[in-house]
């Protein structure tokens, strides 16, 4: 537990992506099986625990250490487990190093503990811990370690140690349970790659590059289909019967996390057995919901019955992986989608239906039916060259994305924040704002969003300068700035917004150019966007 | 016949809008704006101000004064050696070694047979760059509480050190930026970097270097420091670099390779605080006492009174309250003889 709990704490105070991936790559390299797999499992999001309420760790606290001065402390700290970790009391001579206990007899122990002895244990192992320990030991038990590392860059830290891709990790993931022995077995060359073939595992996405219209030119229109980019999230649906013949249904997002029992409307349309790729949509009688509709199903612990009711979920099919056991995925693209159309035609099955091929003759027919598009629903175009296999990863060459003409508006810079890392001492995140009129008839800037990309390092050591020598007030690590300089925002969609004051929300905004010759008074105001919602 | 009421120490002691003032000497503690008389803890500026007419202090303290200031600014100073007696009118002044920083002292005064020790900042822990605190018995001890919380347990500064060091082995091609004080911590970080065998030159930013060399000058050997705007490109790369803690968000701080970085200070120690100061590496160093020391400390000076002041005074007070000793808060002295009128 020492080593993870170490883990946890350089993990919480590092920021960077790159150097969180050392940190567990090197835990992994260094730590024994199984304590490693419990720790990626727990990392990953994937260890079912016993946890612990909090009020048991405020009780067994305040059992050992006066109310008042815990009450005091945890108002201070303000994180109940860093509070207890911190003022439980030391044990003289009892916290030797190799007397506290390791990640898996704390797994195994709470798994097997019953109910009433579990405070005493918990307690005892408290006691033969150091501080740091004691806190991962809280975190891991009252849940949610929140050290910003997701599922998939554990996986990624974890394709590192084996030198193989990250979908190769991902493939054989959903096969395994904690603590994986069999997958760092496979990683470390101990074992052949595990067999998978009965477990209804994810297949690792095929992804598109961006392109634009020059790019197409130089491409023959025949050989590639094209349909719509849907605006929702892209999903594997994975059914499959396991060694017992029960059928396993599985909704995985892009990155392989399972999301299937966010969606039982989905997981009871399933009465089938394939692998199918489509997006995930809010459809009301036939038409796709605004993007904003889904996202309020998302991330859900529990389902909401209303929200089946008013927010019904549907997936819309782009491909088919597998059927009925055969790996359809080393065959051309028109041929899956010969079988995907015979299989839907076949079972008909609800809550599903098929994304429609787009019938064009050349680039610049494209071009107008992708100009014309003016459904909420719809993002883009998807160019897939007919001949493609259905690769892993995102090679170059078979499937574009040709996104909408992003949409523009000229905005003020009112407040810039410090960035992280190589960032920290630049003001690299900007909030923008645009006019509106206040109830005494002036106008005034109103915040409509903020961005940190979109600007080269050179147009970004010239933006902190101005933010630096136009500074009125410092809030923190955020500094107020004289309204003084106009940014051309891009973003893809704008939608309503009760979170924020200006009553609107944009989605992927990014500085598009920086109007360094434009005055502030002809920046866009607050009607001219709200007019762009769909 | 006049009858002999016992004397309470707050009525030669008190707290006054000028600051801690001592009645029978005539002299103010730590005054935070100048005044006529000063006697001066230590050097840190919350504690040592420009400006007073007469300001008396340990030798090092005054240094360090007259360095920060200017001649100007401590137009009369006046120094008294560590365990020295002074008769200051009717009472008798003392400095005894209170541990923070170079020169830093626990006031002594006694006055009709009654002792009351100002301990100014302080703590516990060993440090090679000033005298080790002294306990005093005493009838009043005044205590910080900076980090009077029971979740302030500073632990082992040389394994915060080797944290440092394992930092600068594993990133060879970053430097490591250690945010330090530019009066005490930069100084006692660089003596437990020697101590841990770490002989390569520290690069140390310009607003050390003055204080750096007043240490030297003082007997506390750092070994060799560079300055780092005298560093050509490249040569900051697996270097440990020291500057005070404003530094890592300044400009200044880009002529680092990609810099880790790290803070010194006791409040590291709670990761919220930690976060909240960007750092990367937090260092739990402090030269204040932890929660132990201050326990311990208001056990060993057997006073019958402790007064607590700037820092999380309630628990400590609540401590004291189990532990049977009578303790109050300092600022609190001042209203009560208000209300009592």
């Known amino acids: 537990m020492k080593a993870f709990a170490r883990l946890l704490d350089a993990l919480a105070f590092q920021s960077a992506r790159n150097g969180k991936l050392q940190l567990l790559q090197e835990y992994f390299a260094t730590t024994p099986d199984p304590d490693r797999g419990y720790a990626l499992a727990a990392l990953a999001g994937d260890l079912k625990l016993r946890t612990a309420k909090p009020k048991l760790i405020r009780e067994l606290v305040t059992e050992r250490v006066d109310p008042e001065l815990f009450r005091l402390s945890y108002d201070f700290v303000g994180d109940l487990a860093e509070t207890a970790a911190l003022m439980w009391p030391a044990t003289e001579g009892h916290c030797d190093p190799d007397g506290s206990p390791g990640l898996t007899d704390i797994v195994e122990g709470l798994n097997r503990l019953t109910r009433s002895d579990t405070p005493e244990q918990i307690a005892d192992w408290l006691d033969r811990m150091d501080a740091t320990t004691r806190w991962g030991l809280l975190k891991l038990i009252t849940g949610g370690l929140r050290v910003g590392v997701s599922a998939r860059l554990a996986k990624t830290a974890l394709a590192e140690l084996g030198h193989v891709a990250v979908s190769e990790v991902e493939e054989v993931w959903h096969a395994f349970d904690p603590p994986y022995t069999e997958i760092f077995a496979w990683l470390e060359g101990r074992d052949p790659v595990p067999d998978i073939s009965k477990a209804p595992t994810f297949r690792p996405l095929m992804l598109a590059n961006p392109v634009d219209e020059s790019e197409l030119l130089a491409f023959d229109p025949t050989a590639y289909f094209a349909e719509w980019k849907w605006d929702g999230i892209r999903v594997q649906v994975v059914s499959q019967r396991d060694g017992n013949g029960t059928l396993q249904k599985r909704v995985y997002s892009r990155t392989g996390d399972d999301i299937g029992d966010t969606f039982p409307d989905i997981l009871d349309g399933i009465d089938f057995e394939a692998v199918l790729d489509g997006e995930l949509l809010v459809v009301r009688d036939g038409v796709v919901a605004p993007f904003n509709d889904l996202q309020q199903r998302l991330n859900r612990k529990r389902v909401d019955p209303k929200l089946l009711d008013t927010h019904p979920a549907h997936i819309r099919l782009y491909d088919m992986l597998v059927a009925a056991g055969e790996d359809l995925r080393d065959l051309p693209l028109r041929d899956r989608r010969v079988r995907l159309e015979d299989w839907f035609g076949k079972t008909q099955p609800t809550r599903f239906d098929l994304s429609p091929i787009l019938d064009f003759s050349s680039w610049d027919a494209l071009s107008k039916i992708r100009a014309g598009a003016r459904d909420s629903g719809i993002e883009g175009l998807m160019i897939k060259q007919a001949d493609s296999a259905y690769q892993a990863g995102r090679p170059r060459g078979p499937w574009f994305k040709w996104k909408r003409d992003p949409l523009l508006a000229d905005a003020v810079l009112m407040y810039a924040q410090r960035g992280h890392g190589k960032r920290s001492s630049f003001y690299s995140d900007y909030t923008f704002g645009c006019w509106r009129q206040d109830s005494n008839g002036s106008d005034v800037l109103v915040p409509v969003g903020k961005a940190y990309f979109g600007f080269t390092d050179e147009e970004l050591a010239q933006l902190d300068r101005w933010v630096r020598n136009n500074t009125t007030n410092r809030f923190g690590p955020v500094r107020e700035v004289e309204p003084g300089l106009v940014f051309e925002v891009a973003f893809d969609s704008i939608h309503p917004s009760k979170r924020h004051k200006s009553g609107v929300a944009m989605r992927f905004p990014r500085i598009h150019r920086i109007r360094w010759d434009k005055p502030i008074e002809e920046a866009d105001r607050l009607e001219s966007l709200e007019a762009l919602i769909e | ?341």
């Open chain 2, 1 to 341: 016949m006049i009858r002999k009421i016992k004397q309470r120490p707050e009525d030669w002691l008190t707290v006054t809008p000028q600051g801690l003032y001592c009645v029978p000497g005539d002299f103010y503690i730590d005054p935070p704006g100048a005044v006529a008389r000063a006697v001066i803890t230590h050097g840190h500026a919350d504690h040592a101000r420009p400006g007073h007419e007469h300001a008396l202090t340990t030798p090092q303290t005054l240094d360090i004064m007259r360095h920060r200031f200017g001649p100007g600014g401590v137009p009369d100073g006046q120094s008294l050696d560590y365990g020295t007696s002074l008769r200051i009118g009717d009472v008798t002044l003392r400095l005894e070694p209170a541990g923070h920083v170079l020169g830093s002292a626990q006031a002594v005064l006694e006055y009709n047979s009654q002792r009351i020790v100002v301990s100014g900042d302080y703590k516990r822990r060993a440090d090679p760059t000033c005298a080790p605190f002294e306990v005093v018995t005493c009838d009043v001890f005044i205590t910080e509480a900076t980090f009077g919380l029971p979740v302030f347990r500073h632990p082992d500064a040389g394994d915060e050190i080797a944290k440092v060091l394992h930092s600068r082995k594993t990133n060879p091609a970053r430097s490591v930026l250690v945010g330090v004080y530019a009066l005490g911590k930069a100084q006692r970080v660089i003596c437990l970097l020697r101590a841990a065998g770490y002989d390569a030159p520290i690069y140390i930013h310009g607003a050390l270097e003055g204080l750096c060399a007043l240490y030297e000058r003082h007997g506390i050997a750092l070994g060799a420091l560079r300055s780092v705007t005298d560093a050509q490109t490249g040569e900051l790369a697996g270097q440990i670099v020291l500057a005070p803690p404003s530094a890592a968000r300044d400009r200044w701080a880009r002529r680092l390779p990609d810099p880790i970085v790290a803070v010194a200070s006791g409040w590291m120690g709670v990761r919220a605080r930690a976060r909240q100061r960007g750092a990367e590496l937090p260092l739990t160093i402090s030269d204040h006492a932890d929660w132990d020391e201050l326990t311990r400390t208001i056990h060993d000076v057997e006073a019958e009174e402790i007064w607590v002041t700037h820092g999380r005074e309630e628990a400590l007070i609540r401590y004291a309250a189990l532990h049977g000793i009578s303790a109050r808060a300092l600022s609190l002295v001042g209203r009560d003889e208000e209300e009592s009128q």
